[in-house]
């Protein structure tokens, strides 16, 4: 076909991990364009505040003196995700990550540090205790991003509360930052802001480009090797998630603004199979004064109780492992929303969480808006949020009795690594005994959905009978997650998203000798 407004040899659809398909196939000397659909790079993976990447027996890792193997890996990998996802998928992830580290490193523009998170499994056999299968990006100034200096989205609070975004990129703006500092050295790279992939052009069965609405304009561009699809998931769409019945509401996700799931229409359109289109991955949220419940974590102190003022899980487990608990509490009816944490007033009436993602206000603001309530005692307490008063009081006082144990009978709060991780190695079971007595609302946020196009180990798109769609390929949130209806540890998503990114590419470059 030569009806087109512009060829490169390779598309890249989004740039959060999809950078990392976009820098593999232009240092394999490949032309490349780079869409992003709104006006700031990063998508998700711009939030993270570790941009952290769950890879096994990397050299950052294998500096810091880890002695985990690779087969450990894929036998707590797959302990995890089980037969849900194809188990050469699994073995592609966990094998691979190593590789992409060593590959990036190669570039001085890369570097890597561990950054040790204990597996979200930890009493699955190979799970890592000590969290070494985490490495995170170095920090870099904004200056070093040469013409994209000042093109990072986020982070969230510099969007949601208009506060000054900080000149050192941490977190998954590093990561973006530099691939964007990488990507500015190159020659045959271009990208573009404000430029939604809207659908795919195919000849004679091989997708051979993409129309990209460009600053408003559709523009026909070709792609000679072939079109990534890496521009997150559909969280931000509420009719999607509606048509795949995805728990939850867009107005509570995580995800970047231009998660409308267009890439995913438009590979749908074509004949691409989806998985997993049910599935996000999942956090407890704590609602702020706009309404919006936000991703929380790091959890001091407090417990979380359901409308009859009863306990229901465990507070410390794993964000996605709490959130599904949550979900699975309001499907049966146990619970509602909002649910509650309760505490008490070791910390001066502010809930004992240490990373709400979106920072706090003024705690006026809460108590104005009815989601944070303090009283005397439990009983007061209870009626403030319309919880029976007997069940709250004696909840507290089997709690408070399982915390001068140390033993939670209940729901193993503390008997896993993760669990301790914020709470320095200790019991994370606080009691409840300084009046006076608080309770803060929570929902349910979560970091994207992960349901997506089905893909070999290449990521190469699927069609339902399983064939190749020539000339496709997907990865990130944009693909069916390779960890299914799970999320094994810190960094998956993100760390998925860049590994099936730089195989595409590869593939792209030499698809019979690389993949």
């Not at 509490?329 to 969480?353: A, C, E, H």
Request: hydrophobic share 40%; proline share 7%.
């Amino acid at each position: 076909m030569s009806d087109f407004d512009a060829e490169f040899d390779v598309i890249v659809a989004g740039s959060g991990g999809g950078m990392a398909g976009a820098y593999t196939a232009a240092r394999e000397r490949l032309s490349v364009l780079l869409v992003e659909a709104t006006d700031r790079f990063g998508g998700t993976t711009a939030y993270s505040g570790g941009g952290g990447v769950w890879y096994p027996c990397n050299p950052a890792l294998q500096r810091a003196g880890t002695d985990d193997t690779l087969d450990d890996a894929l036998r707590y990998f797959h302990t995890v995700v089980g037969d849900r996802t194809p188990h050469d998928l699994q073995e592609a992830y966990v094998r691979g990550g190593s590789g992409l580290i060593e590959y990036l490193e190669q570039d001085p523009g890369f570097e890597f540090v561990a950054f040790p998170w204990p597996d979200y499994y930890g009493s699955v056999p190979g799970a890592r205790g000590d969290g070494y299968r985490h490495t995170v990006p170095v920090p870099l100034p904004d200056q070093e991003l040469g013409s994209y200096r000042g093109s990072v989205r986020g982070p969230l609070d510099a969007e949601r509360l208009s506060t000054p975004a900080p000149q050192l990129l941490t977190g998954g703006r590093a990561l973006v930052g530099r691939f964007l500092a990488a990507l500015d050295k190159l020659p045959n790279v271009s990208c573009w802001r404000n430029a939604p992939l809207t659908e795919l052009i195919v000849d004679d069965g091989n997708v051979v480009g993409a129309v990209v609405e460009y600053d408003g304009k559709p523009l026909r561009v070709g792609a000679t090797r072939g079109v990534l699809l890496a521009a997150g998931g559909f969280e931000q769409n509420a009719a999607m998630r509606a048509q795949y019945r995805v728990p939850g509401s867009a107005r509570d996700t995580m995800g970047a603004p231009g998660n409308l799931g267009a890439a995913h229409r438009a590979a749908i359109a074509v004949g691409a199979d989806v998985d997993l289109m049910d599935q996000a991955w999942w956090s407890p949220g704590m609602i702020h004064p706009d309404g919006r419940a936000a991703f929380a974590l790091w959890f001091t102190g407090g417990i979380f109780v359901n409308h009859d003022g009863h306990r229901f899980v465990n507070e410390s487990a794993p964000y996605d492992r709490l959130g599904r608990d949550v979900l699975a509490q309001l499907d049966s009816g146990k619970t509602s929303l909002p649910f509650w944490m309760i505490y008490d007033n070791r910390t001066d009436g502010v809930p004992p969480v240490g990373a709400t993602n979106v920072s706090m206000v003024n705690p006026v603001e809460y108590h104005r808006a009815g989601l944070w309530h303090t009283a005397d005692t439990l009983h007061d307490l209870a009626e403030a949020i319309g919880v029976p008063g007997a069940p709250l009081t004696a909840t507290i006082e089997r709690f408070n009795k399982q915390a001068a144990a140390g033993v939670d009978d209940d729901f193993g709060r503390g008997n896993e690594a993760y669990d301790r991780v914020f709470t320095e190695g200790t019991s994370p079971l606080v009691p409840i005994d300084t009046p006076p007595y608080h309770a803060a609302a929570f929902g349910v946020s979560d970091l994207g959905t992960k349901g997506g196009l089905r893909t070999d180990a290449c990521a190469r798109v699927l069609t339902a009978d399983g064939s190749v769609i020539p000339g496709l390929y997907a990865a990130g949130n944009t693909m069916a997650a390779v960890s299914g209806t799970t999320y094994p540890g810190g960094g998956n998503p993100i760390g998925a998203s860049m590994l099936f990114s730089h195989l595409a590419a590869l593939d792209m470059a030499a698809r019979e000798d690389r993949c």
